[in-house]
């Protein structure tokens, strides 16, 4: 088979949600060149000749517990903004056949399956997309809803790491873009340690928190110690919604804080405090109040406000991950791979800063050039 003719399956666990839409509807505009890879890193120039799979050779396909066709769904996100006017038209198409292979989610209120028997169909789901499809090989991505930490004494494994164990099961590299717990379950740390998959996680790094993991450094590297960091999130949409409960919100507080302790040595005074904020649909406005010493015991206080489009900062984020997976699995490279740390807000190891992760992951892309 010519390099050209290899394709790669792309599979959304949340195929319907705001960032799969985003996802597949923006791959399939860039690779006809109707807009360019703004938010990218792949396309920047360390990724020349490094082998990843080109845009052109993805094939989308995934689970989702909603029925809401690929085309609406997209529809919908221009409405909203989200997706340029007329997207949605432009790769119609694309968005269809997209759609004709995300397949029922679970478990649904009710589902009797035992957690082996849904592994055993979500993963027999992915084997046959990537054998119908003659994929080479398929890279499972977790963009589903945020769900609640699972408690110690759960017998029962959360929908996120019943999905992880169908990847590994399907022999996929695997990447939990969400504060779920996918591979990071108790029940299957036996799997991911035997698995000789390349996998990658958890949680996007896209507003808030990619903002801290630059200005954490700053305070550290000028000795100006932080008293407090303190935050507020206002969002919409499922995301919004999902995070409404304050058991998710915990889960993805948990990394947002972890950078700040990670990077500053100590977590500092102050919370992080996520509002659904159903108008606001997928745009986010993030507040940060940051409460330092400077010389002489003088008091000083930095705020930012980040306003963003939620969708649109992750999925080229998730494009970039699921090749950068593809082409570790290609090559060979199994477990953990702290090199994407950059990605991500409670990472597999790794640097904490921003410019420590990029120069890691540049570093990446030159050991995947000379692999090839
Ligand atoms: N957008 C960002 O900037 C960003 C950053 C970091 C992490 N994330 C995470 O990405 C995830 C997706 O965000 P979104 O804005 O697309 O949310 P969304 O609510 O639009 O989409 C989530 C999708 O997951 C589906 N889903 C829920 N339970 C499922 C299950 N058991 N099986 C299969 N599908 C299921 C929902 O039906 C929905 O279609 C969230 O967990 C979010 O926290 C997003």
């Known amino acids: 088979m010519t390099a050209h003719a290899v394709r790669t399956g792309v599979w959304f666990i949340g195929a319907r949600g705001s960032v799969a839409t985003t996802a597949t509807a923006g791959c399939a505009a860039v690779a006809a060149g109707l807009h360019p890879p703004t938010g990218m890193v792949t396309e920047t120039p360390p990724f020349t000749d490094t ?30 903004g989200v997706l340029p006017y007329g997207l949605p038209t432009a790769v119609e198409a694309e968005l269809t056949t997209a759609d004709a292979e995300i397949r029922p989610g679970g478990p649904l209120p009710g589902d009797t399956r ?68 996918g591979l990071r379950s108790p029940h299957l740390k036996d ?34 110690p932080v008293r407090a960091w303190s935050g507020t999130n206002l969002l919409g949409g499922g995301d919004g919604a999902a995070l409404a409960d304050p ?70 984020l998730v494009l970039d991950l699921a090749r950068l997976l593809a082409r570790s699995h290609e090559a060979g490279l199994t477990g953990p791979r702290p090199e994407l740390g950059f990605y991500f807000k409670d990472p597999d190891g790794g640097p904490a800063a921003l410019f420590d992760q990029y120069a890691a992951l540049v570093d990446f892309a030159e050991r995947l050039r000379e692999a090839r």
């Open 51 to 80: 082998g990843l799979p080109p845009l052109t050779s993805l094939v989308f396909g995934g689970h989702d517990t909603l029925d809401c066709p690929l085309p609406k769904r997209a529809e919908v996100l221009a409405a909203g």
């Open 114 to 181: 035992t957690d082996e028997e849904l592994i055993g169909a979500f993963a027999a789901d992915i084997e046959d997309f990537t054998r119908r499809h003659g994929l080479a090989r398929t890279v499972v991505v977790n963009v589903a809803s945020t769900e609640p930490a699972p408690g110690d004494d759960d017998s029962r494994m959360p929908a996120s790491s019943l999905y992880a164990a169908a990847a590994l099961r399907a022999g996929c590299p695997y990447v939990n873009f969400t504060p779920s717990t």
């Open 191 to 224: 799997a991911v340690e035997s698995c000789g998959l390349p996998h990658a996680g958890r949680d996007g790094k896209t507003g808030q928190t990619l903002l801290r993991s630059v200005l954490a450094p700053m305070f550290v590297h000028r000795a100006l």
């Open 247 to 316: 058991a998710a919100a915990a889960a993805k507080n948990a990394g947002k804080e972890r950078v700040l302790a990670d990077t500053l040595g100590t977590a500092p005074e102050g919370e992080v405090h996520i509002d659904d904020v159903p108008a606001m649909g997928d745009w986010k406005t993030a507040w940060d109040h940051i409460a330092f010493d400077g010389f002489l015991g003088s008091r000083m206080i930095l705020q930012t406000i980040w306003q963003g489009c939620d969708s649109a900062l992750a999925a080229p």
